[in-house]
């Protein structure tokens, strides 16, 4: 499965986005997916995660009640719906994909958010 990220860009803090995440290739719906977000100097880390039917969700503790992650099966997009934004939430987000629960081997190539203070 290919993955590619949109919707990243320059809010206030306090502000919202709207990440998606288009997929082509093989059936979206049987994959587990997730996001991951990268500070400048930091790792990786987890963000949000969804289920392949959309009837499970998790969250990092930083976003909760903040953030919300969702799936559209029939358009094949992940979306990553950002309230309340941070300056401390700025970085690369990349939507991933698990064919196997926990096994992240599809990436996208990431979309910028930055969030000034």
């Known amino acids: 499965v290919q993955l590619v990220e949109s919707g990243g860009g320059l809010v206030e803090a306090g502000g919202s986005l709207r990440l998606s995440c288009t997929a082509s290739?093989?059936?979206?719906?049987?994959?587990?997916m997730a996001w991951f977000r990268q500070a400048p100097g930091k790792e990786r880390e987890f963000v949000a995660r969804?289920?392949?039917?959309?009837?499970?969700?998790n969250y990092a503790d930083s976003v909760k009640g903040r953030f919300t992650i969702s799936r559209d099966n029939a358009k094949n997009t992940l979306y990553l719906q950002m309230n309340s934004l941070k300056p401390e939430d700025t970085a690369v987000y990349y939507c991933?994909?698990?064919?196997?629960?926990?096994?992240?081997?599809?990436w996208g190539q990431g979309t910028l958010v930055t969030v000034s203070s």
């Open positions: 991933a994909g698990a064919s196997t629960p926990g096994d992240y081997r599809y």
């Open positions: 290739g093989r059936s979206f719906i049987y994959y587990d």
């Open positions: 969804i289920i392949m039917r959309g009837t499970s969700t």
